[in-house]
C-alpha cells in the first residue's frame, strides 16, 4: 500500500532544462522515485480489479466467466504443453 507522505516533495522538482530551453527531465530523489511507482502499481492494482469485479462476482456465486476454464482443464492443458516440450523448466 502506498504510503501517505506529504506530496510536499513532489512540489518543488528538480527539472533538467533541454537545449529549446523547455523542460526535458525531472530530477528526483530514491525515496520520492519509489513512492511514484509504489503508487502507480497501486492505481495499476485497482484498475486490475475494477476490470474484473463483473467475472469475480460471477465467480462468487458460483458462475464460470467466459473465456474461463475449470482448474482440471487448465491442468490437462498444463500437462501437455509440458509433455510437448512448450513450458520452460
Do not use: C, N
Amino acid at each position: 500500500m502506498a504510503s501517505k507522505e506529504s506530496p510536499s516533495i513532489l512540489q518543488s522538482p528538480s527539472y533538467i532544462v533541454g537545449p529549446d530551453g523547455r523542460p526535458a527531465a525531472v530530477l528526483v530523489d530514491i525515496a520520492t522515485w519509489k513512492s511514484i511507482i509504489e503508487r502507480l502499481e497501486d492505481q495499476e492494482d485497482h484498475d486490475i480489479l475494477r476490470a474484473m469485479a463483473a467475472d469475480l462476482e460471477m465467480l462468487s456465486s458460483g458462475q464460470r466467466p467466459s473465456g474461463w476454464i475449470a482448474w482440471d482443464e487448465f491442468e490437462t492443458e498444463l500437462d501437455a504443453l509440458e509433455q510437448a516440450g512448450k513450458v520452460p523448466s
